[in-house]
């Protein structure tokens, strides 16, 4: 149940980042998602310098990744 719902999230943020990258910043969808992660993103944001595209959804979503492989693996 833990990893189907990391998998949920891993994919929801990678539309995120791929609605930033299109330029689909001010749709309805887009929005929805922002007000989603922004609390998620915050603090990774506060480390990570601007870019054009949100390098704090990367990292977030590689630690998902990681996460989902480590508990596969049964190291966590």
Not at 21 to 39: C, N, P, Q, T
């Amino acid at each position: 149940m833990i990893i189907a719902t990391l998998n949920v999230v891993s994919l929801l943020l990678l539309l995120y980042v791929l609605l930033q990258l299109v330029g689909e910043a001010r749709g309805k969808v887009y929005s929805i998602m922002d007000r989603v992660f922004s609390f998620i993103l915050a603090p990774i944001r506060k480390l990570m310098p601007e870019f054009k595209i949100d390098l704090a959804a990367i990292v977030l979503l590689a630690i998902l990744r990681l996460a989902v492989f480590l508990i596969k693996r049964g190291k966590w």
